[in-house]
Every structure is written in C-alpha cells, then in structure tokens.
C-alpha cells in the first residue's frame, strides 16, 4: 500500500473537505482539479490530460491506492428545452469523466499489481425523477452503473468501486442559497434529520467506504434521509 491518494474536484466543497481529512489522517493527497487550489490541472473531459496527470501523480508519489472522484456539474431545465451540447456538457463531467479516471487509475493499480479503492460521488437525483433535472439525473444513474460494472470487472485485481449518492449538500453548486429560507428550508424540512447536509456529513462515508474492505459495487445513501420523503403525504 502506498498510502497516496488522489482526490479529483478536490479545489472545493466536497472534494475539497475530503482531501482535508485524509491529509488531517496523515495521508499524502494529490488534488485534480482545473480551479485553484490543486496540486496537477485536469479537465477530467479529455482523455490526455487524465494520462498526464496519473504519470505526474505517479512520479510524485508513487501509485495511489486510493482516488476519489468528486468532480461533477449541476444542471436545471426542462428535457424539452436542452439543447444537445448542453446534454453532452453534463455527460462528459458526471459520467464520461469519471469513468475516464477511473480506467486510468485501474490500470495503474493493475500494472503495479497494487490493490485499491475508488469512490466516486453520486447522487439520490440518480433514481428520483426530478422534473427539470433530466440530464443531471441521467448523468448520475450512469455513474451508478458504471461503479457497479467496474467493482466487478476489477475486483480479481483487489480492486474495490463504490459511490456515495449525497442529497442537498450545501456547497458552491448550490449559487449560495440561503439555507434558512426559500428552496433549501423546504428542502430542510423534507429530511428526515432536519436540516441540510454539509460537506463533512458526505467525508464521512467517503472515508468509510474507502476502509470496508468487503464492500464494493455499492452506491451508499447519504442525505439525512431526504430520498425518504414521499410526496404522496397520506397523513
């Protein structure tokens, strides 16, 4: 083991907070990203800067035995409205990306014969059907089955693949919203444990699933609760 990780989209929010912890555990982390701060730039949409930016990584600090992926886009319209490029903008970050790292750090590991863990992060808009949110949505439940397919084609090389699907999370994607009033309040009182997630609450399970060593193939819930909200209100 190596003990090096590398976190992509690790310049802010969520990627930036676990990139914190595992340097905070002792851990010697490299960040991707193509804002500041980050130690190698990558534009996880094209393949070559991927490459450059594993060879930079490997060079630096040896292999990576872990890689978490929290780089990713929003997005808000109406299916009919989208213009194709648009479409194609949010599937080259949330699902081409991702799987683009992903092959570039399993090759890696297998070529040094070294075992891992990757974590990607999700979403619960993978499998609920936010109107407005198509592309988004369509884009996460493809990484869902992207994680899946790769946990079992790389688990012979002691490779684990798993993802963390958080909820709201206050972070820069959301424009700066006020948490206590408007959309988020709302969205506060629809979870379950009262309030909107932080990127802390989603280090957490990012930092768990990279220890479960008999965990893998497995998208993990971490919204408060919020996807068990059903807008049918019998009460």
């Not at 780089?71 to 194609?88: K, Q, R, V």
């Not at 802390?200 to 919204?223: F, N, S, Y």
Request: with cysteine; hydrophobic share 45%; proline share 6%.
């Amino acid at each position: 083991m190596t003990d090096a990780s590398v976190v992509v989209g690790g310049a802010s929010g969520i990627g930036a907070a676990i990139a914190a912890a595992q340097r905070a555990a002792g851990q010697t982390v490299v960040v991707w990203d193509i804002a500041e701060p980050h130690d190698v730039v990558c534009d996880i949409r094209d393949p070559e800067q991927i490459g450059a930016a594993m060879a930079d990584t490997v060079e630096r600090v040896g292999v990576p035995d872990q890689i978490t992926i929290s780089a990713g886009i929003g997005h808000a319209g109406p299916l009919l409205d989208i213009e194709a490029d648009e479409w194609d903008r949010i599937m080259a970050v949330n699902a081409r990306g991702p799987w683009l790292v992903m092959r570039a750090a399993a090759r890696a590991m297998i070529d040094s014969d070294l075992p891992g863990s990757i974590v990607v992060t999700s979403s619960i808009s993978s499998r609920l059907a936010d109107r407005t949110m198509g592309a988004y949505c369509s884009s996460k439940a493809a990484l869902d089955m992207l994680v899946k397919v790769a946990a079992r084609e790389w688990a012979p090389h002691g490779i684990r693949v798993n993802a963390v699907a958080p909820g709201v999370t206050n972070t820069p994607m959301l424009g700066g919203a006020p948490v206590e009033t408007g959309w988020l309040n709302e969205v506060s009182r629809r979870t379950a444990l009262g309030r909107v997630g932080q990127p802390d609450d989603i280090v957490e399970a990012v930092l768990a699933l990279h220890q479960l060593k008999w965990v893998t193939g497995h998208v993990l819930d971490c919204d408060g609760g919020l996807s068990l909200h059903s807008p049918i209100g019998p009460f």
